[in-house]
Structure formats: structure tokens, C-alpha cells
């Protein structure tokens, strides 16, 4: 799951530092609608769950 993580991280930060700020946010959603699916079919990897709540805080602060 941090591999996950880092991944879906750097890609959104290069799309940032492109100044792709559209583009950054819909892939932090694509992303966490990928993990919250993730997160129901293995409720018991909290990992999941984690990675999840990190992703929405990413999403938060874009829609704002």
C-alpha cells in the first residue's frame, strides 16, 4: 500500500509542478476511488483504509 501511495504521490506532484492543477485533482480522485474499492473488498488490510484517508485529504484540499 505505500508503494501505492508514493506512486499515486509523485505523479500527482508532477502534474502539480506542471501546473496541471485539473489534472492533478482528477487523478487524486481517480486514485482515490481506486483505493476505497480496494478498502471494501479486504476491509481487513487497514492499510487500505489508511491510504484511502490520506487520498481524501489530498481531494479536500483541491476542491477548496
Not at 13 to 37: C, I, P, S, T
Request: avoid cysteine; charge should be negative.
Amino acid at each position: 500500500a505505500k508503494e501505492l501511495e508514493t506512486s499515486y504521490a509523485k505523479i500527482g506532484d508532477l502534474l502539480a509542478a506542471q501546473g496541471r492543477a485539473r489534472e492533478m485533482f482528477d487523478h487524486y480522485r481517480e486514485a482515490l476511488d481506486f483505493v476505497v474499492k480496494l478498502a471494501a473488498q479486504h476491509p481487513e488490510n487497514t492499510k487500505w483504509a489508511a491510504l484511502a484517508q490520506s487520498l481524501k485529504t489530498q481531494t479536500d484540499k483541491e476542491e477548496r
